[in-house]
């Protein structure tokens, strides 16, 4: 069974930095693709970032393009998201999942909060 476990959340002042960790274990880490999704009070799971198997193609929403870089190490089993000059509106739970297909278990997520 697949396992996912994220770290690095926390509080920071807009235009501060955080660097997000995922830890992927049971399953054939590299030779999956992975995401970054994160959920916002009273709104659904939006993806923000997502990185292929081999880590040679990452492609992010408009909202975090050119502000969060989402990396990838196939020897720890982890992926990372870096996220630079960071907004309120990045307030949110942050998850790694599986991507274009997801696992069924999420992990349990870190929270993101950037104080104004």
């Known amino acids: 069974q697949v396992q996912l476990v994220e770290s690095g959340g926390g509080l920071v002042q807009a235009g501060g930095s955080l660097r997000l960790s995922c830890v992927v274990s049971?399953?054939?880490?590299?030779?999956?693709?992975f995401g970054w999704y994160r959920q916002a009070p009273g709104k659904g799971r939006e993806l923000v970032a997502r990185?292929?198997?081999?880590?040679?193609?990452?492609n992010y929403s408009d909202a975090v393009k050119g502000r969060f870089t989402i990396s990838r190490d196939n020897v720890k089993n982890t992926v990372y998201l870096q996220m630079n000059s960071m907004q309120p509106e990045d307030t949110a739970v942050y998850y790694c999942?599986?991507?274009?297909?997801?696992?069924?278990?999420w992990g349990q997520g870190t929270q993101v909060t950037v104080s104004s």
């Open positions: 990185i292929t198997s081999g880590g040679g193609i990452t």
């Open positions: 999942n599986g991507f274009p297909v997801a696992f069924a278990s």
């Open positions: 049971g399953s054939a880490f590299s030779c999956t693709g």
